[in-house]
């Protein structure tokens, strides 16, 4: 079974700053997805970003970006240029291969704070 | 397009009372997902389906059922509710398969409390 970790309850920054959210998981996988999903207040579920285990290339999507780091089992969101609009719980995510059920296992997430 | 869609947005049941919580997408996707969020906690899943009539078991499956006869909809079933049950419950979908760009969208999700 697979395990992901988030190892940071709550993280603040200020606006305009940049701030780096930590995930690990476990797996004896070598063919996997991992996301990110942010959920504001709202509690809708936004994918962020995704990142396929098998590019070494870290995804990149305007002002979020991943440190892939598949030997770590690593996989950190950076975000730069914080906004207020940032505030949320970030949740990092695993799935397994293409017809494994396609399922997500999640983190127990991080509660961020972009402060003005 | 609506996306994912889920009924009711709140609810409150009593101890031992039964409900179905409603699913529908209309982006024409054969994997869709059940999901409860306990307070301060990831999600966790209930039950998952890879197509009309195919369901399985996900993490937390106990106290619940679920049917699939339809593509768009895919509901939730909670038969003699019990305290633990009181989470906010998200359903998902996705095209499924082997695409690479399978991505999971959620609803807004179900606040359930049973009291």
């Known amino acids: 079974a697979q395990t992901v970790t988030q190892s940071q309850p709550e993280m603040s920054v200020q606006e305009a700053e940049t701030v780096t959210l930590s995930c690990t998981y476990d797996?004896?996988?070598?063919?996997?997805?991992l996301f990110w999903y942010k959920q504001p207040p709202s509690r809708q579920m936004i994918l962020v970003i995704r990142?396929?285990?098998?590019?070494?290339q870290n995804a990149t999507e305007n002002r979020f970006s991943v440190n892939f780091q598949k030997a770590a089992k690593s996989f950190s969101l950076k975000i730069s240029d914080s906004q207020l609009g940032d505030t949320a719980m970030y949740f990092c995510?695993?799935?397994?291969?293409?017809?494994?059920?396609?399922?997500?296992?999640f983190g127990g997430g991080t509660r961020l704070m972009v402060k003005p | 397009n609506a996306g994912v869609t889920q009924t009711p947005k709140f609810r409150i049941l009593k101890i031992g009372q039964s409900m179905t919580l409603q699913c529908t997408q209309d982006?024409?996707?054969?994997?869709m997902y059940w999901y409860r969020q306990d307070p301060g906690m990831g999600l966790k899943l209930i039950y998952y389906?890879?197509?009309?009539?195919?369901?399985d078991k996900g993490e937390v499956p106990n106290g619940y059922n679920v049917s699939r006869s339809t593509t768009e909809d895919f509901p939730l079933r909670l038969e003699l509710a019990a305290p633990s049950q009181t989470s906010v419950y998200f359903c998902?979908?996705?095209?499924?398969?082997?695409?690479?760009?399978?991505?999971?969208?959620f609803g807004p999700g179900t606040r359930l409390t049973v009291l």
């Open positions: 998902a979908s996705s095209e499924g398969g082997a695409s690479s760009t399978d991505t999971q969208y």
């Open positions: 797996t004896s996988e070598n063919n996997y997805y």
């Open positions: 990142q396929e285990a098998y590019k070494q």
């Open positions: 995510a695993f799935m397994k291969g293409a017809n494994a059920g396609n399922m997500l296992t």
């Open positions: 982006m024409n996707h054969n994997y």
């Open positions: 389906s890879v197509g009309a009539g195919i369901t």
